[in-house]
């Protein structure tokens, strides 16, 4: 299919620096649990809960039964509040992806700054927090899958990369200085906070060490310590933090895409579908969102940036090692077309959007070039849990 990729992106404008490096040394960022219900600080972690389930037993060193819940696990002290009053107005909606978060390190109330989100944003450091992967049995670590015959791929080789890119859509951590923190595990939100939410989503990331690992996937090696930035639209099909309302750069996910918003449009505060967070001693990253809606100009996909420890905002550029030391990998994954159609069919936001000529094009998962990753995916109930591995080179 002939399509604009968001791939087209203007060469570098800035170089923002982040404040990541400044808020750890202050110990602003909380290890505390994601979705943070509870007013004493959020729930705690389930003391030794099992780590990807114990993420099957050819992972070298893994513990056949998972790894214990972290320290990062225990209770919030005292006094962590949610986010100051003013915090709905930051998140579109104010979903728990950032407003109404927990405060910062100690329990304190969060900051004023950012248009009242916490300077540490939701979910803390805790990689799987208070979600629990399924078991990692079912889930191919290298499929190259596409429409038609699936490719099984060595374990020592890594993950494709996707034609489109890093796209222009992504945010470092703390690229603008009045930014929440985007450390978090609770990702949900809408562009529009009148539109029904859509369909929660469960979604686990694995990565796999490639130069641990044999050809045969026998033996497979978890990737620690590693930071994954995912992000992706909302139901609807907005992504968040570009354009502006009632202006040229507005998105319109109804209409073909044609450049705006484009990378240069990093106009408003709005984070939700993004974040981070940290793998754990399986490999896994775990995040709470809702299952992505799609635009008119490409297939229904979710990003994924992963860095070493560290990484700094280099400014609008796409991140490789030559621009950012830290950067380990990027591409995009998508899902097996009859799974996101039996989504998108069911349920508002999104059903009403089935109607549209380009919806059946969006389903597809074919672009030319794709990285022919599908996350495996199911429905429990009234919510998607979604698990991809990636293998990659941690050098």
């Not at 040394?25 to 600080?41: E, H, R």
């Not at 003391?47 to 992972?59: D, K, T, V, Y």
């Not at 990062?72 to 998140?91: F, I, K, N």
Request: neutral net charge.
């Amino acid at each position: 299919m002939a399509r604009q990729h968001e791939s087209k992106v203007g060469t570098t404008l800035t170089k923002a620096v982040s404040r990541r490096q400044m808020l750890e040394g202050l110990g602003a960022f909380a290890a505390v649990s994601a979705c943070g219900g509870a007013t004493d600080g959020g729930p705690a972690a389930t003391a030794g809960s099992p780590g990807a389930a114990g993420a099957a037993s050819n992972i070298a060193g893994a513990p056949g039964a998972g790894a214990p819940g972290t320290a990062a696990g225990a209770p919030g002290t005292a006094g962590g509040a949610p986010g100051t009053a003013a915090g709905a107005p930051g998140t579109a909606g104010g979903a728990p992806g950032g407003a109404g978060a927990p405060g910062s390190a100690g329990g304190a109330p969060a900051s004023a700054g950012a248009a009242g989100s916490g300077t540490a944003g939701a979910g803390g450091m805790t990689s799987t927090g208070s979600l629990t992967s399924p078991p990692w049995t079912d889930v191919p670590v290298q499929d190259s899958t596409n429409a038609t015959a699936p490719t099984k791929l060595p374990c020592n080789v890594v993950t494709k990369t996707d034609a489109a890119g890093q796209g222009p859509f992504f945010i470092h951590e703390l690229e603008k200085m009045e930014d929440i923190g985007m450390v978090r595990q609770d990702i949900r939100g809408q562009y529009n906070p009148d539109a029904e939410k859509g369909v929660d989503m469960e979604l686990f990331v694995r990565l796999i060490d490639k130069t641990k690992s044999d050809a045969a996937c026998g033996m497979i090696v978890p990737v620690p310590n590693i930071d994954v930035y995912i992000w992706h639209t909302d139901a609807q099909g907005y992504y968040s933090g570009f354009g502006l309302k009632g202006t040229a750069t507005e998105q319109k996910p109804d209409t073909k895409y044609a450049g705006k918003p484009g990378m240069s449009d990093l106009q408003n505060l709005d984070r939700f579908c993004r974040g981070i967070q940290v793998t754990d001693a399986n490999g896994v990253a775990a995040f709470l969102s809702v299952f992505p809606g799609w635009y008119n100009g490409r297939d229904l996909h979710i990003h994924i940036v992963c860095f070493k420890k560290g990484s700094m905002s280099q400014g609008r550029v796409n991140y490789t090692k030559s621009n950012e030391k830290a950067w380990i990998f990027t591409t995009q994954f998508y899902f097996d077309p009859s799974f996101s159609k039996s989504v998108h069919e069911a349920v508002e936001p999104y059903k009403r959007r089935t109607m549209l000529s380009a919806y059946g094009d969006a389903m597809k998962a074919d672009e030319g070039n794709n990285s022919g990753r599908h996350a495996t995916a199911t429905k429990v109930g009234n919510k998607v849990v979604a698990q991809i591995q990636m293998v990659v080179d941690p050098t």
